[in-house]
């Protein structure tokens, strides 16, 4: 296909490789490369014959790409990479520090606005997906209240972060719904309730030789914007049984609106999510941002976006009158 989208991929580990999944399935697109930061004769693509580079070749290769996509980490990787990259190419990421995400996206708005370039930041499930129906939730039903319940799975930047604390060799960390709060919010009967009362944490760590397990286990329940608000229980295996019990990545959650249109009338709107597998379905989002993202650079509609700045119809590899003909 003569126009299709040259897609790269900026980094391997599961994120990079659940786009590798992705990017066949969308004729429209090809990979035109992988970008690492290990030696590239390390990594092997999933399709024989896409070109494996080190990531000090970006700089050089911008006129090969017209989107890149950023699978680095939330917590140290992106918050470099992000701006950096922005200012060189039309990116997506999955940024998923929600505290964060203000300051972050105004590095990334700087640097892409000066080099008339389109970023568009935080895109997965959640920031992604459930932002989008939190906002039409609240938009359709004003008197009311939003909730999110994540899980249960395991989280790709939580277990990122967890893995980075001093000492900790693997890890993995599942998010879990306190099943009580959901029954209550599913009754319409908008409750108050605590980032503790909603969800707690659970934790699987294999230990450096030598470690501390107990400093291991104050960082991690301490950490801002990812534990230190939570019930956390922290568990130490070994690496026979991580790799057992803990190599699958399932996931998902819900969005519950619950409000009312008259005193007489309770209305709940509910969007959820059931995942096999949390990178392949964040990466599947990813890729369907790359080609919106380069349709608004086509369009010069350049700097940060959000999801909330892309139409849906920019997703789909359909024509507006395809789309008005079998989904309207």
Not at 62 to 81: T, Y
Not at 92 to 104: G, L
Not at 275 to 283: G, I, K, Q, Y
Request: glycine content about 8%; overall charge negative; aromatic content about 6%.
């Amino acid at each position: 296909m003569a126009d299709q989208i040259r897609i790269a991929i900026a980094g391997h580990g599961n994120l990079g490789r659940g786009v590798e999944t992705a990017i066949p399935k969308n004729p429209d697109m090809k990979l035109v490369g992988i970008y690492t930061r290990r030696a590239p004769e390390m990594v092997t693509p999933s399709l024989a014959g896409t070109p494996v580079f080190s990531m000090a070749d970006l700089p050089d290769h911008a006129d090969r790409i017209d989107v890149l996509i950023l699978c680095g980490g939330s917590k140290e990787d992106l918050p470099e990479q992000g701006p950096r990259l922005a200012a060189l190419f039309n990116t997506v990421d999955s940024f998923d520090t929600h505290a964060r995400i203000p300051e972050y996206f105004a590095a990334v708005d700087a640097a892409a606005q000066a080099n008339g370039r389109t970023a568009l930041i935080s895109v997965g499930w959640d920031p992604g997906m459930f932002s989008i129906n939190r906002v039409i939730g609240e938009a359709l039903l004003p008197d009311g209240a939003t909730y999110t319940f994540w899980g249960d799975g395991l989280s790709q930047g939580h277990s990122d972060a967890v893995r980075r604390v001093p000492g900790v060799t693997d890890a993995v960390q599942y998010t879990r719904p306190i099943p009580e709060a959901v029954d209550l919010v599913r009754s319409a009967a908008r409750p108050v309730l605590t980032t503790r009362e909603k969800h707690r944490r659970e934790c699987f760590v294999v230990l450096m030789d030598g470690a501390d397990a107990e400093a291991v286990r104050q960082a991690i329940v301490t950490m801002p914007h990812y534990f230190d608000e939570y019930d956390t229980e922290v568990h130490f295996i070994s690496a026979e049984e991580m790799d057992e019990n803990h190599r699958a990545m399932p996931h998902g959650g819900f969005v519950i609106r619950s409000g009312n249109t008259s005193s007489a009338n309770a209305q709940v709107i509910e969007y959820s999510l059931k995942l096999d597998s949390n990178p392949e379905f964040t990466s599947a989002v990813l890729v369907a941002y790359a080609r919106a993202t380069h349709r608004l650079a086509r369009m010069g509609q350049h700097g940060a976006k959000t999801v909330f700045d892309v139409a849906p119809g920019l997703l789909s590899p359909k024509s507006a009158a395809q789309l008005r003909a079998e989904q309207l």
